[in-house]
């Protein structure tokens, strides 16, 4: 009769619960992606559904190409980067992780270029001040120059660079999701915050992610074995 090894049992169990553990990362991530990437999709839904032109819409009506390149392009990032935080699916499909990388760099890229133009060239609405303007500017610039590191980085085979410049940039494009949070307390409590406040908080996000993204870059890892 077949017996079991003592603590083998325990063992597997650890190794189930680490690989869980592992996908909820990326399973916050996608919640954090919905709200944003629902909006594009209603926006998207609007501009080829034939929507009515309002004040509020009528600047992407007028333009439509980059606020859809924005729309695809932030979309097909976060959703998809959000599996790169994965360590044992990296290990387990090596592959998987170069293809969608060589798809996350353009897709980054775009997202992030497609808003500088739109920050420049667009209309401001009601409530989109300088201040807001700048941070886009700052933030969206950072975002391409995080990628480029992380491009560059690689093509040398510095992974340790690589992974730092391809968190920090993801971290900043995910910034929409957080913006939603930071943004409804003051909603909810208070209504529609002024033209400042709301540059100010959705900046906040911003800085939230990236000091989540620095955490993640300079903590210990430990290896768990697939």
Known sequence: ?????????????????????????????????????????????????????TAENARFFASPIPVALHIVGATL?????????VPGFR???????????????????IAALSGLWMTLF????????????????????????????????????DITRHRAWMIRGYAIGQG??????????LILLAGAPIE???ALLLAAAWVINLAVAEWIIRRPRTRVRS
């Open 122 to 157: 667009y209309p401001r609405p009601p409530g989109d001040g300088d201040l807001l303007a700048a941070f886009r500017l700052l933030f969206g610039t950072a975002m391409v120059a995080c990628i480029l590191l992380g491009l560059a980085a690689i093509r040398r085979r």
């Open 77 to 85: 990032y976060c959703v998809l980067g959000a599996f790169q935080f």
């Open 176 to 185: 929409a999701g957080t913006q939603a949070v930071t943004q409804l307390p």
């Open 1 to 53: 009769m077949n017996r079991e090894v003592p603590g083998r049992h325990d063992r597997r169990m650890t190794k189930t619960t680490k690989k869980r553990r592992e996908w909820l990362a990326p399973a916050g991530l996608l919640v954090l992606s919905a709200v944003p990437v629902a909006a594009g999709a209603f926006r998207l839904t609007q501009l080829t559904g034939g929507a009515a032109v």
């Open 91 to 109: 290990r387990r499909r090596s592959g998987w992780h170069r293809a969608a990388g060589r798809l996350l760099i353009p897709c980054g890229l």
């Open 196 to 198: 400042t406040t709301r």
